[in-house]
Each structure stands twice: as structure tokens, then as C-alpha cells.
């Protein structure tokens, strides 16, 4: 049982930033990723990134790779995707989810989700 909240939605303009963060809890955090996901309205659900949180190795979107970062702070069971540089095709539902296994952007392997938190880029 893992119980994960995002925050750190909200509306921001073209090319600026937010950031979001995924706080995780439970019975057992001995996960092995965490990834972003997100969706659009009429879209279907995509991966932005993830994290192997054991060694930081991380996956990226072709679309955000170079704009967003992923990280972790492991003290707090914490982790962030850093939004810079928004479009407003970044506009969207997203959602951290958890997988025991380091899948990447597999959204199958993904077993626990986040409420989600709206992220809407738009002037």
C-alpha cells in the first residue's frame, strides 16, 4: 500500500515555470520508480518522466526532454519534476505514480496513482 500526493499545480504563462512534487507514503516506500504522467482532455495518458529513485537514473519524453528535470530528496520521500520553459500543449492533468519495478515510462508497470494536479499554460 503506497499513498502518493502531488502538488504544486497551477496556471502559468507561456515559457515559465512551475514545479511538482510527489510525496510518498505507506506500508513500504522499497519502490523502485516513480514516474509522471500526464492528460489532456480528448488526449490519452502519456509518460513525461520518471526516476529509478535507487541511483536517479531517469527517462524522459521526447517532448520535455530539456525542459523538465526530474529529481528526488529521499529524506522526505519526495519527488519533483521541475516544468521549465512551458507550452501551452504542456497543459494538463499530471500524476505521479509508483512502480515496484525501474519501467520507465511503461505506464503498465505503474500500480499506485496520485490524485493529480492540474497544470494549465496559457497567456
Known amino acids: 500500500q503506497v499513498q502518493l500526493v502531488e502538488s504544486g499545480g497551477g496556471l502559468v504563462q507561456p515559457r515559465g515555470s512551475l514545479r511538482l512534487s510527489c510525496a510518498a507514503s505507506?506500508?513500504?516506500?522499497?519502490?523502485?520508480?516513480i514516474g509522471w504522467f500526464r492528460q489532456a482532455p480528448g488526449k490519452p495518458r502519456e509518460g513525461v518522466s520518471a526516476?529509478?529513485?535507487?541511483?536517479?537514473?531517469?527517462y524522459y519524453a521526447d517532448s520535455v526532454r530539456g525542459r523538465f528535470t526530474i529529481s528526488s530528496n529521499n529524506a522526505i520521500n519526495t519527488v519533483y519534476l521541475q516544468m521549465n520553459s512551458l507550452k501551452p500543449e504542456d497543459t494538463a492533468v499530471y500524476y505521479c505514480?509508483?512502480?515496484?519495478?525501474?519501467?520507465?515510462?511503461?505506464?503498465?508497470?505503474?500500480?499506485?496513482w496520485g490524485q493529480g494536479t492540474q497544470v494549465t499554460v496559457s497567456s
Open positions: 505514480a509508483w512502480s515496484p519495478v525501474n519501467a520507465g515510462l511503461l505506464m503498465g508497470a505503474y500500480t499506485y
Open positions: 526516476i529509478d529513485v535507487s541511483d536517479n537514473h531517469s
Open positions: 505507506g506500508s513500504t516506500l522499497d519502490y523502485y520508480a
